[in-house]
């Protein structure tokens, strides 16, 4: 996670339609986490499920405050898929997890209250 966790910032500009659909925003399950002692601020590895036209991708995400490994296994998440692979210390992060900040700053992650199949796209 990256950009500012800001609680009351104004929105953003305005966008077009078209600018939206270029964020392609899908969802997967969370098949392996680990910690990353690598990381210069506590985070987490991950290998999201994104289904059989996206497959398995790698993210680092700093989301240890609310989260174990062991709690993420099996839950589905959303990240941006379409963004250029992005080189963290030794690990190569390939899509980028989404979350909220709580009223402390620590991110929550994003996820459907129902599930959805794996690759799903938002809109």
């Known amino acids: 996670m990256h950009a500012t966790h ?3 910032a104004a929105a953003g500009p305005p966008i077009s339609f078209d600018e939206f659909l270029a964020v392609d925003i899908r969802i997967g ?11 210069r601020k506590p985070a987490l590895k991950l290998v999201i499920d994104f289904g059989p036209a996206i497959g398995r991708k790698k993210t680092s995400a700093q989301i240890t405050e609310h989260y174990t490994p062991e709690a993420l296994l099996g839950r589905q998440v959303a990240a ?10 030794k690990f190569m992060s390939e899509v980028l997890t989404l979350g909220f900040a709580d009223a402390g700053g620590a991110v929550v992650l994003f996820q459907p209250d129902k599930p959805v199949p794996d690759g799903s796209r938002l809109f």
């Open 80 to 89: 941006v898929v379409n963004f250029p692979p992005r080189q963290i210390g």
């Open 29 to 39: 399950t969370i098949v392996a986490a680990e910690v990353f002692p690598e990381a």
């Open 6 to 8: 800001a609680i009351d």
